[in-house]
Nanobody, 121 residues
Framework: HVQLVESGGGSVQAGGSLTISCEAS???????LAWFRQAPFSEREGVAV???????SYADSVKGRFTISKDNAKNTLYLQMSSLKPEDTAMYYC?????????????????RGQGTQVTVS
């Protein structure tokens, strides 16, 4: 069973950049991967998806500012965030699921990590 562990969260000033990571074990080669976030008193929001064929998709709110990528050798998923805004403040979770479930929202994926906090002020 795949396990996901996020890291790299922290506090950053508005306009700054931050990269968060998600280490997977064992390999997630056959899984689609994604990031979603949840701000206090808000619903979960899908942020970015990396499909098994390498295609990526992003929420409109982060398009052009965030980049999802994966290092297969390290079994690690990344989310590079730039031009950060206070409204990006949230707990960020990585998630994984089998290809047949990947058309659904990332926040519904079967496997998720414990989250890493990102605070933008």
């Amino acid at each position: 069973h795949v396990q996901l562990v996020e890291s790299g969260g922290g506090s950053v000033q508005a306009g700054g950049s931050l990269t968060i990571s998600c280490e997977a074990s064992p390999s997630t080669y056959e899984y689609c991967l994604a990031w979603f976030r949840q701000a206090p008193f808000s619903e979960r929001e899908g942020v970015a998806v990396l499909a098994t064929d390498g295609r990526t998709s992003y929420a409109d709110s982060v398009k052009g500012r965030f980049t999802i990528s994966k290092d297969n050798a390290k079994n690690t998923l990344y989310l590079q965030m730039s031009s950060l805004k206070p409204e990006d403040t949230a707990m960020y979770y990585c998630a994984a699921d089998r290809p047949w479930a990947c058309s659904g929202p990332p926040e519904t994926y079967d496997i998720r990590g414990q989250g890493t906090q990102v605070t933008v002020s």
